[in-house]
């Protein structure tokens, strides 16, 4: 009888290690057959996503219409999914150049797409332009370019292809957003402009279109990595931090992304993120604690930009209180972006830690909260809901 008992957690691990591996290989085979037959368009195929979605779609059975900014890349990538896919069960891609920061060729090139098979099914707003820096150093040509490839790019080609997609009454748009497009990061902010953009003509598209039985889809990871991004050797405090939040560090794995995409067009899911944890629960820490996020984003942004703390003094300057004419006497600290060539370099004071910063952020937003009316109207109805609930009659 304890021989049976000992054996039974292993087996019973196995049984459940296989139905998971089961259920696996059925959804990934079913996730294949809901595509196949279907014209997929996937802009900026040549990227790291791209390219993934491409293989997948491919071997799915699609009618790929793979489109991109240079022609080399793309022909390329179709060498490569020619010589691995079997000619008897795929459809060999159609190649159409496209460059989203072109918004005048934008349209032209969309009636290309359709005149390769005379619809489209599914089409995937994959391109995408990142820019990091302060927005005082971004130029307005810059911005204006980021807002073309990541908005005025995808909706345009969105315009010309929907009205196919009602007229026969099925199609899929799929928008490959960032979780940037729910709650904006410092040093990002055209990026995170253009995300959030994207994301309200997505949103308020997919009511519009749904009586029309057309879903309007968007996937938001934290950040897509490239192939070449691999863990830093050295702190082991810090690679244990990485390996937990590695998701958050380095981003999603393009082939995550893609096969997240492919369940995402089976499933007919309206809103997916691919995040751990902690950017999930910073999307509700906007919306119901904002005085709490912005002083966490606004202290990480002063740690990234300050410099380390003297501890050689044994009075540090920052416990006391310095008046406007010490402060100016100060010696200013060039930021990290001083480095740049073309720009001019900024320049900031010491401040307090970072900690000290925090607890008094915290405590300026707890002070907001226990102030304001909507709290304690929140506060009574938590505690007077179970107490009215509990007096309803039972009939």
Known sequence: MGIIAVLMLPLLLLAISGILFIYQEVSRLWSKSAVQNKVVVITDAISGLGKECSRLFHAGGARLVLCGKNWEKLEVLYDALISVADPSKTFTPKLVLLDLSDISCVQDVAKEILDCYGCVDILINNASMKVKGPAQNISLELDKKIMDVNYFGPITLTKVLLPNMISRRTGQIVLVSNIQGKFGIPLRTAYAASKHAAQGFFDCLRAEVEE??????????????????????????????????????????????????????????????????????????????????????????????????????????????????????????????????????????????????????????????????????????????????SLVPLY
């Open 212 to 389: 029309f039985e057309v879903v309007v889809s968007t996937v938001s990871p934290t950040f897509i990595r490239s192939y070449h991004m691999y863990t830093e050797t050295g702190n082991w405090e810090a690679s244990i931090w990485k390996f937990f939040f590695r998701k958050f560090t380095y981003g999603v794995h393009p082939v995550e992304v893609a096969e997240e995409v492919m369940k995402t067009i089976r499933r007919k899911k309206q809103e997916v993120f691919i995040a751990n944890p902690i950017p999930k629960a910073a999307i509700y820490i906007r919306t119901f604690f904002p005085e709490f996020f912005f002083a966490v984003v606004a202290c990480g942004v002063k740690e990234k930009l300050s410099v380390p703390e003297d501890r050689s003094k044994s009075s540090p300057s920052y416990l006391y209180p310095t008046t406007s004419e010490k402060a100016r006497k100060t010696k200013p600290i060039t930021n990290m972006y001083s480095q740049t060539k073309g720009i001019p370099a900024m320049v900031m004071y010491p401040h307090p830690p970072i900690r000290k910063q925090v607890i008094h952020k915290l405590y300026s937003a707890l002070r907001l909260y226990l102030v304001h009316p909507l709290f304690w109207r929140w506060v009574a109805y938590f505690i007077m809901s179970p107490l009215e609930l």
